[in-house]
């Protein structure tokens, strides 16, 4: 049976009155792949979502909707779309860009193919599953989802709705992340022992006293699962703004720089570690309550990862180590300095001493003849759009951010709750008397829930 926008959207209206936010399954399970020129809608027009925008609509995309619960970003959005279109009319682009404030619009649109999610973290779950329920293939800002339930679910709806999903986790796309993970993933350090990963503070509970809201917010839309709290511009600063608000310290909303750098970094340690399917068994907090530094993340194979000072991921091998940064990489074996650049005193320009040229040193002398050789994106968005055609997983699929995102939950909680957390990755179930099944997932407000 046909089922027509406003029919559809009056079924989701009366479904999030009276029980959680669910999307039919029968709605447009997509079996066919989408047109030639992929049609695309955006939710969340932050400032991370304009680059995002900007990359897509520079690929073979059209841009057919945008979503902000803001409306100056909303209608900054749509403007730059169509701008873009009108300047370009060799695209053959008719119409406007559409401009909503609830995301289910986009969602209800048959004619859209795929969607870019770049909503504060506490939305990902929800907008993510919605989406793949009524057949779009998704790219989502990383941390893929707020807590591990929801990274459960999302793993399991990409699955059961076959579609295609990107975490932008968008690190493993740059070569010297790949190389670094090739490099040790091949023994050119000896055995692994242990890696660091150094980004900012966990994640804090929010405690932002009211302030007065100017009008064009949608704040009670803006907070959806979250629990209601008054109004605070660092949460949502009004209209445009070119920094990244602050609402991803609080656990109520993000995760703190474990979340939402650690998506990142701890990210490229799953991939050294070839853990990409699977995590830690054991996670342990600081020595020092309260400190912000120093949980660790405990593997099978007794290699820890450890939360240092400092930006970056360094891995240590029986033979030497690799440490890795964006555009910068450095490689030792014993006391010698294979590969060395860290962009302190030398300018990219400079060939002969870049990032990639180093990286090329490494390259050639240990991984000639590699065993492993990891999947290879050059372009983030690009590798998307041609899993989206091709029906592939992409280089951060549900699976690799899911894992990952894990990671970062289970550490946030070990810093949070202050207490040793037994892991089975496998089952997503505490062992051994630890932890609190509580603790997976969060409560939602109604009617959203995953």
């Avoid at 014993?334 to 990286?359: F, L, N, P, R, W």
Wanted: overall charge positive.
């Amino acid at each position: 049976m046909q089922t027509s926008r406003r029919t559809f959207l009056k079924q989701i209206a009366a479904s999030t009155t009276v029980a959680p936010f669910i999307l039919p399954s029968h709605i447009w399970a997509a079996e066919t792949k989408p047109n030639s020129k992929l049609t695309m809608g955006f939710i969340g027009m932050g400032k991370q979502s304009r680059g995002l925008l900007g990359g897509f609509l520079g690929q073979d995309t059209q841009v057919l909707a945008v979503c902000d619960v803001d409306t100056t970003r909303r209608e900054n959005a749509k403007k730059r779309v169509d701008d873009y279109y009108a300047q370009r009319p060799e695209l053959k682009v008719t119409g406007s860009c559409a401009a909503y404030n609830d995301f289910r619009e986009i969602i209800a649109r048959k004619d859209i193919d795929a969607v870019c999610i770049a909503t504060p973290d506490h939305w990902h779950a929800i907008i993510t599953i919605a989406a793949l329920r009524a057949g779009k293939d998704v790219y989502c800002e990383k941390p893929l989802t707020q807590n591990i339930h929801e990274a459960i679910e999302v793993m399991r709806a990409v699955n059961k709705n076959r579609r295609v999903l990107q975490t932008g986790s968008m690190q493993r796309s740059s070569k010297e992340f790949r190389v670094a993970c090739e490099l040790v993933q091949n023994g050119a350090i000896g055995k692994l022992t242990h890696v660091e990963c150094s980004f900012g503070d966990p994640a804090i509970r929010c405690d932002l006293p009211e302030e007065p809201m100017e009008p064009g917010l949608d704040w009670n839309f803006w907070l959806g699962p979250a629990q209601i709290r008054p109004y605070n511009s660092i949460l949502s600063p009004r209209g445009m703004h070119d920094h990244f608000p602050s609402w991803r310290k609080y656990i109520e909303f993000g995760g703190g720089m474990v979340t939402d750098w650690g998506a990142h970094h701890l990210d490229i340690a799953q991939w050294g570690l070839g853990m990409d399917n699977s995590g830690p068994v054991e996670v342990l907090p600081p020595a020092t309550a309260g400190a912000k530094r120093g949980a660790k993340l405990v593997y099978a194979n007794g290699v820890t990862v450890e939360h240092k000072e400092g930006f970056g991921v360094h891995f240590y091998g029986t033979e030497g180590e690799v440490q890795v940064n964006r555009g910068k990489f450095t490689m030792k074996r014993g006391s010698e300095m294979i590969a060395s650049y860290t962009g302190d005193k030398k300018k990219e320009a400079d060939k002969k001493t870049s990032c990639m040229a180093q990286v090329q040193i490494a390259e050639k002398q240990f991984l000639k003849d590699a065993k492993i050789k990891l999947y290879e994106s050059k372009s983030h968005l690009g590798d998307f759009l041609d899993c989206v055609k091709s029906r592939k997983k992409p280089i951060t699929s549900e699976i690799v951010g899911g894992h990952s995102v894990i990671c970062c939950h289970l550490m946030n909680l070990a810093y949070l709750n202050s207490q040793k957390i037994k892991w089975d990755p496998k089952k997503f179930a505490f062992t051994d008397g630890t932890g609190d099944p509580k603790w997976l997932t969060r409560d939602y407000r109604g009617p959203w829930k995953v």
